[in-house]
């Protein structure tokens, strides 16, 4: 089996963790060797793995690696390091998912369970597509791209690098959103996005009273 360590010590790490248990469910690949941070603090594992810090890691030749962080920025600056010192990097793609033959996932991307990405869609390297993402057809998206659960993208649309796209959002079909942009949760997206922008939708709140009921 291939040793895997996994750059990250927050809960995507543990969704990592699970999307692995899913893949060698279905063939043995991976065996998890470790969770890696900058510092140990308190936890010396999460669920039954160890935590280590970066510079205690010796890689052998089965080794890889993976970015199990949210940030585009931080996992970007983890894949450059990782590139540079010549660490082979591993892609975690759920293994019930349906994957088009003209779609092109980057290395060391994880896409969680309940995801469907379009016909003729690229996803760049370290990318993370979260639960239950709707990625639309022909996209175009950079690298260290980040999408958060129960979010929609429509055809055509055009991402940059280093996008963070917050939980519950809409795109809207044949937009470009600039790269360096951050995208708030639940917003709808109607127009471009200029690059190092940060979008959040502020709704109006509708409030009706109730009448009291008792049971």
């Keep these: 089996m291939k040793k895997i360590y996994i750059y990250g010590a927050g809960s995507i790490s543990r969704e990592t963790v699970k999307l692995i248990n899913k893949i060698n469910d279905k ?11 900058k510092s140990i603090k308190k936890k010396q594992n999460i669920d039954g793995i160890r935590i280590i810090e970066e510079k205690k890691i010796k890689f052998k030749k089965n080794s890889y690696a993976i970015c199990a962080i949210s940030d585009p920025i931080i996992k970007g ?5 990782l590139i540079k010192n010549k660490i082979k990097i591993a892609t975690l793609v759920c293994p019930e998912m349906y994957i088009y033959k003209d779609v092109k996932i980057g290395t060391g991307s994880i896409v969680l369970s309940g995801s469907q990405i379009g016909h003729t869609t690229s996803v760049g390297k370290n990318s993370l597509i979260s639960f239950g993402v709707d990625i639309g057809h022909n996209l175009k998206i950079g690298k ?3 999408i958060l659960p129960n979010s929609t993208i429509g055809g055509y649309v055009n991402i940059g690098d280093n996008v963070m796209i917050g939980s519950g959002s809409n795109i809207l ?5 600039g790269s360096n942009s951050r995208i708030g949760i639940g917003s709808t997206i109607i127009k471009n996005v200029k690059k190092n922008m940060t979008i959040i939708v502020d709704q109006k709140k509708i409030i009706l009273p109730r009448k009291s009921v008792k049971i």
């Excluded at 600056?77 to 390091?81: A, G, L, N, Q």
């Design 77 to 81: 600056k983890i894949f450059k390091k």
């Design 144 to 146: 260290n791209f980040t």
């Design 27 to 37: 063939k043995k690949i991976w065996q998890v060797e470790a969770i890696v941070c």
């Design 173 to 177: 079909p044949k937009l470009k959103i």
